[in-house]
């Protein structure tokens, strides 16, 4: 799908295998059963989750029965925490340009792109995942 809003592949598979994960928060999954849940690359993923664990919004344990799972219940996980530990902070600046080349007062996109940011920041620091764990049909069906 197109669009003018687009998150980086390492924000979507964490939000995809942590609505995977909170549809079943009492079971460990494997970096390589979120990546087949998901259709993503295990060793990509694996780099996503080690993020998550350092954000303190996942635990894991190595070995066999290991995996990872939530740190805590998912309706006290935002989806603005989630783009916090992978992203880094929400930056809300107004300018699509590495280089701005006109005053950001009179840029022909700030006020759209300040609306839109607005937006977003606001959706994901309101929306929790437990949201959308409960329609995520992946988890249901992972063993």
């Known amino acids: ?5 687009k998150f980086s592949t390492a924000l ?3 939000f ?3 609505a995977v994960i909170a549809a079943r928060p009492s079971r460990y999954y494997s970096a390589g059963e979120l ?8 060793g990509h993923l694996a780099k996503v989750m ?3 664990v350092q954000a303190r919004l ?6 066999p029965g290991g ?6 219940p998912a309706s006290r996980i935002s989806l603005l925490q989630i783009y916090s530990a992978v992203e880094g902070p929400f930056e809300k600046g107004a300018c699509l340009m590495d280089h701005p080349c006109c005053d950001e007062h009179e840029c022909i996109m700030s006020q759209l792109v300040d609306s839109i940011n607005r937006d977003v920041f606001e959706y994901l620091r309101s929306r929790k995942l437990s949201e959308f ?4 049909r992946l988890g249901r069906e992972a063993v």
């Open 1 to 5: 799908m197109k669009g003018v809003l």
């Open 12 to 14: 979507s598979m964490a």
């Open 16 to 18: 995809h295998a942590l």
């Open 35 to 42: 990546a087949g849940a998901i259709s993503a690359s295990e």
């Open 50 to 52: 080690r993020r998550l």
């Open 58 to 63: 996942v635990s894991s344990v190595r070995g």
């Open 67 to 72: 995996g990872f799972k939530l740190a805590r």
């Open 133 to 136: 764990s409960e329609s995520c």
